[in-house]
């Protein structure tokens, strides 16, 4: 195993090459962050999503600050976050881009309902959370948007969808 000092004596941070190659190694789930409102409706694929706490409920996805979705759901104030289950590896590439359907396409490539938020909410997802955005902070080329979560869905639990050294696993 080669190993490669993360932490030096010097204050400098890693090599932003060397840190997303490492993070590629955390395998993670897969999720279609989705909103709908003023600003329009939008998605995307991503793995950056986390609980926070449970008094209130709530999670914070991660949005590359240049991202198409983040200024749309910053205007909208509400998302959710639609966690994919096993073979749904094409919906995913559909919304992380790699297929080339036009961007309000993508939702029609797919079974959608709307959450009481008015975000758009995943049929078949393993679990859909219906959030309000609560806080929004801004980090080096990255937003964290904090929601609370105001409904949830519960789906299939069978196979879950993973993302580790690029590619696409189940669990």
């Known amino acids: 195993m080669k190993t ?3 932490v030096r004596d010097e204050p400098t941070a890693p090599d932003p090459i060397l840190f997303r190659e490492a993070m590629s ?3 993670a789930a897969v999720h279609i962050v989705t909103t709908d409102g003023p600003a329009g409706r939008g ?3 991503m793995t950056a999503v986390a609980s926070v706490t449970d ?3 709530t ?3 991660c949005l590359a600050r240049q991202s198409r979705l983040n200024a749309v759901l910053k205007a909208n104030g509400v998302f959710a976050v639609n966690t994919l289950g ?3 590896e094409r919906l995913a590439d559909v919304f992380a881009g790699r297929i080339d359907i036009d961007y ?3 939702f029609g490539q797919a079974d959608w309902t709307t959450g009481a938020t008015g975000a758009p909410l995943l049929g078949g997802a393993r679990v859909a959370f219906d959030c309000v955005v609560a806080a929004i902070h801004e980090v080096g080329t990255h937003t964290i948007v904090f929601g609370e979560i105001r409904a949830v869905s ?6 879950a969808l993973l993302y580790a050294d690029r590619a696409y696993r189940t669990l």
């Open 4 to 6: 490669t000092a993360l």
């Open 25 to 27: 190694r955390v395998a």
């Open 43 to 45: 998605g995307t694929t």
């Open 55 to 57: 008094q209130p409920p």
């Open 59 to 61: 999670l914070l996805v």
């Open 86 to 88: 096993a073979g749904a």
């Open 104 to 106: 309000q396409d993508r």
């Open 154 to 159: 519960l789906g299939d639990a069978s196979g």
